[in-house]
């Protein structure tokens, strides 16, 4: 089945620790973001990335990395750097139609310990 | 600069009409989405309009699109049970390099047997 793979599901990291959230896309998407989540908000972007090789911060890009190696893959690292990284983070890709819609992963909910 | 805004709550008796509103600011944007994102999971997406329709109707959902006054509602017809979630309004501004969608910060859908 094409989709968004968010994995893992649940994570929890420790004070100073980096973690590391997956995200594979097979529908041939040019452009994928990470968007992130918190209670009663909207979704906030973190980054994106228009083609291989190629990413732009977004809003709220402070304490997070990424790259695009491939286009299938876009990796998100949240770094000991982000002061309040307790939220359900949001993988999307996003073809090049302008009518495009946005396909979302399942998430990852990820907390500090 | 890009700003979407949604009521925060809204609760019906199952059988009843809902109707979900949203205001956005960017007169540039081409489309507007609806998503509804179930209890810990992705966004799934409802229906979108072309933003020189005025209406567009899908089964049980009609999406009304006020253009001048930048406003747009959903209507859920013979709400059931199962639509209980948070509903997402986004623009696809145009002429942005990032593509990204801009969210409003959800409606939550309480459906009261």
């Known amino acids: 089945d094409g989709g968004i793979t968010q994995s893992p599901k649940y994570l929890f990291r420790k004070e100073g620790q980096n973690v590391t959230l997956s995200c594979e896309q097979n529908l041939n998407h040019d452009a994928m973001y990470w968007y992130r989540q918190d209670p009663g908000q909207g979704l906030r972007l973190i980054y994106y990335s228009q083609i291989v090789n190629d990413f732009q911060k977004g809003d709220i890009a402070e304490g997070y990395s990424v790259s695009r190696e491939k286009k299938e893959s876009f990796p998100l690292t949240v770094t000991s750097a982000q002061k309040n990284p307790t939220a359900f983070y949001l993988c999307?890709?996003?073809?090049?139609?302008?009518?495009?819609?946005?396909?979302f992963g399942q998430g990852t909910r990820l907390t500090v310990v | 600069g890009e700003d979407v805004e949604q009521s925060l709550f809204l609760s019906v008796r199952e059988g009843d009409s809902s109707v979900i509103n949203c205001t956005y600011t960017?007169?540039?944007?081409?489309?507007l989405y609806w998503y509804k994102q179930e209890p810990g999971a992705g966004l799934q997406l409802l229906t979108y309009i072309f933003s020189n329709m005025d209406m567009k109707q899908d089964q049980r959902l009609t999406v009304l699109l006020n253009k001048k006054d930048k406003h747009l509602s959903l209507r859920i017809a013979d709400t059931q049970t199962g639509d209980s979630a948070i509903y997402f309004c986004?623009?696809?501004?145009?002429?942005?390099?990032?593509?990204?969608?801009?969210f409003g910060s959800g409606t939550r859908l309480q459906v009261q047997p």
């Open positions: 986004a623009e696809a501004p145009r002429d942005t390099g990032r593509r990204a969608l801009t």
């Open positions: 960017d007169s540039s944007s081409t489309y």
């Open positions: 999307a890709s996003r073809g090049v139609l302008e009518s495009g819609e946005a396909f």
